[in-house]
C-alpha cells in the first residue's frame, strides 16, 4: 500500500491564485520531508526541506516567499504556491525518508500543476 | 559540477534480456547512500534498490541489482529478464553525509522494452 500520499493529485488554477499541495506520511513518523519539482522530460530538482516544529530550508535559487512550506504535524507537510504563475506549472513531488537500517526513500505520487 | 551522471538518455532492450544502466558520482564524503528509481509514465517515484558506502557488498533486489565499483565512482543498475513493464524512465541518486537524507538526481535514462 501507499506510503506517501499527496493531494490533489492534479490541479489547474488562473495566474496569481494560490495553490495549496498536501503531503502525507501514512506509515510513520516523518521530522522531515522533502519538495522537488520536475518539468517535463527533466529530472527532479530539490527545491527545500521541510521540518517538524521549525523554519523550511530552501536551496539555491527557491522564493521561500513564493513557495511557502509548513511541516504542520509529523505526519503532514503542505506546499502552497503563492501567486502561481504559468512558469509554475509542473510536477510537484514530495519525499519521506524512511531511515536506517533499510534506508529508503518513499516519494509521494505527485501533484501535476498547470497555472493558466 | 554535476553529482550524478547517467550518460545513457535512452535504451532498447530486448524482452527477457538484461540490461545495465550506467550511473557514475561524485561525493568527497566518506558516508554517502546511492539509489536507484523507477518512474513510469504515470510519474510516481518507485525505490528499487539501494546501495551504502560502507557496504560490501552489492545491493540485489529480486530482478535488480546494483554493480557498485567505488573505486570507480560508479553504481550501475543492472535488471535482469526485462518485462514489458519495466519501460519506464530510471533515476540514479545520492545522499550525502550521515544525517542528510536530501537526494540529488541524476538526468535520468529512459527504457523501452521491446516485444
Known amino acids: 500500500g501507499a506510503v506517501v500520499s499527496q493531494h490533489p493529485s492534479w490541479v489547474i488554477c488562473k495566474s496569481g491564485t494560490s495553490v495549496k499541495i498536501e503531503c502525507r506520511s501514512l506509515?510513520?513518523?516523518?521530522?522531515?520531508m522533502f519538495w522537488y519539482r520536475q518539468f517535463p522530460k527533466q529530472s527532479l530538482m530539490l527545491m527545500a526541506t521541510?521540518?517538524?516544529?521549525?523554519?523550511?530550508?530552501?536551496e539555491q535559487g527557491v522564493e521561500k516567499d513564493k513557495f511557502l512550506i509548513n511541516h504542520a504535524s509529523l505526519t503532514l507537510s503542505t506546499l502552497t504556491v503563492t501567486s502561481a504563475h504559468p512558469e509554475d506549472s509542473s510536477f510537484y513531488i514530495c519525499?519521506?525518508?524512511?531511515?536506517?537500517?533499510?534506508?529508503?526513500?518513499?516519494f509521494g505520487p505527485g501533484t501535476r500543476l498547470l497555472v493558466l | 559540477a554535476q553529482k550524478i551522471t547517467q550518460t545513457q538518455p535512452g535504451m532498447f532492450v530486448q524482452e527477457k534480456e538484461a540490461v545495465t544502466l550506467d550511473c557514475t558520482y561524485d561525493?568527497?564524503?566518506?558516508?554517502?547512500?546511492l539509489f536507484w528509481y523507477k518512474q513510469p509514465s504515470s510519474g510516481e517515484m518507485i525505490f528499487l534498490i539501494y546501495?551504502?558506502?560502507?557496504?560490501?557488498q552489492n545491493a540485489t533486489e529480486g530482478r535488480y541489482s546494483l554493480n557498485f565499483q567505488k573505486a570507480r565512482k560508479s553504481a550501475n543498475l543492472v535488471i535482469s529478464a526485462s518485462q514489458l513493464g519495466d519501460s519506464a524512465m530510471y533515476f540514479c541518486?545520492?545522499?550525502?553525509?550521515?544525517?542528510?537524507?536530501?537526494?540529488?538526481f541524476g538526468a535520468g535514462t529512459t527504457v523501452t522494452v521491446r516485444a
Open positions: 519525499s519521506v525518508p524512511s531511515g536506517r537500517p533499510r534506508e529508503t526513500q518513499y
Open positions: 506509515d510513520f513518523q516523518a521530522t522531515t
Open positions: 521541510s521540518n517538524e516544529g521549525s523554519k523550511a530550508t530552501y
Open positions: 561525493t568527497s564524503d566518506p558516508s554517502y547512500g
Open positions: 546501495q551504502g558506502s560502507y557496504d560490501q
Open positions: 541518486a545520492m545522499r550525502e553525509g550521515r544525517n542528510d537524507y536530501k537526494l540529488s
